[in-house]
């Protein structure tokens, strides 16, 4: 007997997709997928490369996600979970069992990646690759505010445009040199 990591209600046996048996909490709702099901859902040779996945693409949470913030515990073997976060800019986490490799979704995060048809590329989130894609993500974006705020829109845009363009001349860096000198006609 499964217990949810959650709220202790005894889980129930249930199917995702053909082929894809899981256990759900009739308590929160929650879904705990063990990694050999997910894995031989996925079948043996398919696997969705890293570059598949465009961390720029929209990120929607259509269903209310119930995304849990707790410490919580592997229902096979018991080992801590692991959360994840999985999208830049979205508080939506995954917890995922260091040991046995197991999913646990909160209410609704399943049924959000598969809407999403991310459902199938799961095990990406959980790469040091991905989650590498993530922080950075993150902070260019932090930067960007930052440079909103500093600049405003406009003035914001145009140097954006200026930076391009002296990056990507073929004269750029005496460009730049006569840019910055105080008065480059002063001997
Ligand atoms: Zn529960
Ligand atoms: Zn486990």
Redesign the pocket.
Known sequence: MKRCPLCSTELNRTLLEANLPAFSCPGCHGLWVSSNEYLSWLSPDFSYPISELDIAREFDTPYPVADNNQAIF??????F?RRFQIWPNHKFHLDR??????IWFDRNEWQTLQAQNLHKQINIFFTEAWQEKLRSKEMKQRFENMYLELFGFEDYEKIKSIRHWLTEHPNGNRLIAYLTDRDPYKG
């Open positions: 592997c229902p096979d073997c018991g080992r979970l069992c260091g040991s046995c490799n197991g």
